[in-house]
């Protein structure tokens, strides 16, 4: 499996996309849960998991190097960190309450093998917690250009992938949502958004932009957690939302 980590740092393009992932996936933990966050990267969102249960909560990857820097960041009671593959979990039958899995399957070929492991030590009525690229909008001409990826679903097929391991898959969209409430002051907002965004333009400090946008317009460059929401209108989920995020019942 490839390297692409989310790096800790708050004010990343794309740490408010990961984070508002995380706080979708605390919504089916509850006080008492063993929680496995596979492909757990930095060991932020595990930090995250485990305020929100007093079980264990496992953060697993498969680099050792990730492993490493997750146990000098990351010190909760509750928190412990493997060298993990997720094809080959050691552990024993239904053993989580919940599994976390963001941006992982695209990264495998074996990610049949996986879902069957997933599925596995879950506890009968536990849930998956899954995320992964929608194809239909990171590689819409049927090329996968991300080099760490293997392969990547459509809204579909990723339902009847899960469909063949997990009844009743639940498939939605997360898309950024910073603009769906249009005024004539957000439409502005979203030229200079872009303006900002451009490839000139990005050769400016950050904090010089996203100053600029906080000044004028009252929040950051980069989306925060709260500037993303998760659709379940098929069509808008197909058409707008490049990341599928699903959650599956066992």
Known sequence: ???????????????????????????????????????CGTGFGTDILA?????KVIGGDISAGAIEECKRHW???????????????????????????????????????????????????????????????????????NPYHTQEFHYDELKEL?????????????????YDKSSAWKKIGNVFEKIMLAFGVRKLPY?????????????PLYPRADDFLLEDNVTKIKQQAPVLFAVCKK
């Open 1 to 39: 499996m490839s390297s692409e980590r989310q790096l800790l740092e708050s004010e990343g393009r794309w740490w408010g996309e990961h984070v508002h992932r995380y706080r979708q996936a605390i919504k089916y933990i509850e006080p008492g849960n063993n929680v496995l966050d596979i492909a």
């Open 51 to 55: 305020s929100h249960t007093n079980g």
């Open 75 to 145: 010190n909760k009671p509750n928190i412990e960190f493997r060298v993990l593959d997720g094809t080959a979990l050691e552990f024993n039958d239904h053993y989580f309450d919940v599994i976390v899995s963001f941006e992982t399957i695209e990264h495998t070929t074996s990610y049949a093998k996986m879902l069957a492991e997933f599925s596995r030590v879950l506890k009968p009525g536990g849930r998956l917690i899954l995320s992964t690229p929608n194809a239909a909008i990171t590689s819409p001409d049927g090329v996968i250009h």
């Open 162 to 178: 899960l469909a063949g391991v997990f009844p009743s898959p639940q498939v939605y969209g997360q898309r950024y949502s910073r």
């Open 207 to 219: 904090g010089l932009r996203s100053g600029f946008m906080k000044f004028c317009f009252g929040y």
